[in-house]
């Protein structure tokens, strides 16, 4: 097996032309199955009524924006060490999507809080990380903007993505430390959670199906990446014939 | 969990505002960011088309 | 090395001395910042005493990233910062002298007069010296991720707003950490805990960030 059969864009664009397809509609059945067990077989929650309904996407969302921030780390350092052209564009295709369940996590937080905690935003260890995750994504995002040659975008934005995934946990811990209003996390490892098997299994669903609809968008962007800063090479003019 | 009628499910045990507005702006951003890939894909390939493949860069 | 080092620091506090109108407008910045709150807070000597420490850190903060695009780009503009990376001394070893001749010229400052401002704040004087202390450690955590920073965005269009994006969220645990120093010191908690942290904060940064500045210049310059 040959690993770096589709470490080059032009092998890579194929695979991921067939692939974007599947997993986009693996999510959007794994998120409708998640709905349904997360609105009409979870109960309502003894103290919070139905509000608590938004944890279905509040969690998961939450979730991936660490997960797609660690995902992009990775790929940026990949870039960095074997000078892959490919490894820097999967890191550009995965930020705004981490973006994007950044401000959902935030957005259906503070909503959540509204009903709970009676104000929209509280500065409190996890939302107040998550924004701090936010500002993280977007000096990425601004930085790669920034620059024009793609080469350098790629590297600079690696260096970024590395020192901010090594700062990730010393912001979490300082913030933490700095204010613990949060309830304590009730899916932690350590112990059982304290929610009913049900919710637990509905948000997990739609966590996986956050998870395909992550890998979906990176894919599609990632060939579109590839489209604009390939132009010059010709299998991306076959490809633009073939599709006109 | 049975809601009984649409306009419980609908007022969502009071929370209507909240539950729905998480969701509405959640399903909102999604198919934002789908439609901004579909018309980013799209005018690359127009681009592309355009000036054919000579110039560019590596 | 250390030679080579000495040399460094040397040029650009000479040169900094030569033009000390840099250092001045980092200092004046900072100063007037600081004044700025009790007026748009009010004079009530209760309330200005429990922010001080926040005001004084935060306008640390944005006066050291002021002073930040300086760090390299003129260096970059006249080429002297080629004949760095081309220099027999490591190219990390290089840019830490430059960032600890950075601090001296505009962290060292502000650590120097916070205490005269504290004090403008009614900040009781026993605490200053912890106030103070947690400045002269956290400053140069700032210059060192800040450099980070500055290598990444030298020679762009839009530096400095776009640096101040990408260093403020790296930013956040040092002001947590020094700001918390002197509200604990006040609390009767005494500050230890938050000046051993930010000591930390100061040797994990001081040990990767000009490792890091470095690889971020040898990108930016290629």
Known sequence: MNWFKYSSPQTFFPLAGKLAPWFGVLAAITCAAGLYLGFFVAPTDAQQGDAYRIIFIHVPAAWMSMFLYLVMAFWAGLGLAFNTRLSGMMASAVAPTGALFTFLALWTGSLWGKPTWGTWWVWDARLTSELILLFLYFGFMALQAAIDDPRRADKAGAVLALVGVVNIPIIYFSVKWWNTLHQGASVSLTKAPTMAATMLTGMAVMAFGFWFYSIAAALTRARCIMLERERASEWVGDYARRSA | ?58 | MLAALRCVIYRDLLLAVRRSSDVLTVLLFFVIVVSLFPLGVGPDPALLRTIAPGVIWVAALLASMLALNRMFASDHADGTLEQMLLGATPLGMTVAAKILAHWVISGLPLVLISPVLALQFDFPREFLWTLTLSLAFGTPVLSLIGAIGAALTLGLRGAGALLSLLVLPLYVPVLIIGAGAADAAVSGLGGQAQLLLLGALLVFAGAFAPWAAAVALRISTE
């Open chain 2, 1 to 58: 969990m049975n809601w009984g009628s649409l306009d419980n499910f609908l007022a969502m045990g009071g929370y209507a505002f909240y539950v729905w507005g998480s969701y509405l702006v959640a399903f909102g951003l999604v198919s934002a960011e789908i439609v901004l890939l579909a018309l980013r894909k799209r005018s690359a390939l127009a681009r592309l088309r355009l000036h054919g493949t000579a110039e560019g860069d590596r």
